[in-house]
């Protein structure tokens, strides 16, 4: 299957993404990764998106999709897919069905991760890391189990990190840029009858649980 992963930032996609390229061998496909990706290898599209963003302009469309082309020509077509942060206009869903089609696929499934915007808030405003390890925590829900002093339970350490822009007002300004401009594309698929949701602001598994459930009906192997 070919799925398109949509819900604001914080709301779990990376985390529930990865499990599906595990599970299913399914491919991800971030353009975010994707343009960095083509700017370390000094490809000819990645020599163009590195000239653009050193002139603090916005990569086209045009490009976006040039690139989402190439990933597509590489992979078997038992291979299914993750759109992680893209489509996020309808002009680029038109692309993309345009893309796909031309590789003989198409968008099976928009799986949207439905939160509770205050609670969202506080689950990404209290979340830190190990400083040496990276492990994740919490400081509501997953404190470490030594707490004085605060001991990191995978390795040890002493040291932790929390991400400058987690913080309410950051938080929030995201939120309201995906109400803005992402979320308007849900109507674009639930014209096609396209779009499930699931319940993004419980447990990871029991989110994992739902998605699969998804997959399941319709017709993921």
Do not use: W
């Not at 989402?68 to 893209?86: K, M, N, R, W």
């Not at 950051?170 to 939120?175: D, E, I």
Request: charged residues 30%; proline residues 4%; contains cysteine.
């Amino acid at each position: 299957m070919n799925i398109i992963l949509l819900g604001p930032p914080g709301a779990g996609k990376g985390t529930q993404a990865a499990r599906l390229v595990e599970r299913h061998g399914m491919r991800q496909l971030s353009t975010g990764d994707m343009l960095r990706a083509a700017v370390k290898a000094e490809t000819p599209t990645g020599l163009k998106v590195k000239a653009i963003m050193d002139a603090g302009e916005l990569v086209s469309d045009e490009i976006v999709s040039a690139l989402i082309s190439d990933e597509l020509v590489a992979l078997p077509q038992t291979v299914g897919l993750i759109f992680d942060g893209y489509p996020r206009t309808q002009a680029q869903a038109q692309q993309l069905d345009q893309i796909l089609a031309q590789h003989r696929r198409k968008i099976d499934r928009v799986i949207e991760l439905a939160v509770d915007e205050d609670a969202l808030v506080e689950r990404i405003t209290g979340r830190f890391t190990c400083a040496h390890c990276g492990a994740g925590y919490h400081e509501k829900f997953k404190l470490p189990r030594n707490t004085d002093p605060m001991k990191c339970d995978h390795c040890g350490s002493l040291d932790f990190n929390r991400r400058d822009d987690d913080n309410e007002e950051s938080v929030r300004t995201r939120m309201a840029e995906y109400r803005a401009k992402t979320a308007p594309i849900l109507p674009f698929y639930e014209a096609r009858e396209l779009v499930s949701r699931v319940d993004g602001m419980a447990d990871m598994d029991e989110v994992t649980e739902e998605i699969e459930q998804v997959l399941r009906q319709y017709g993921a192997e």
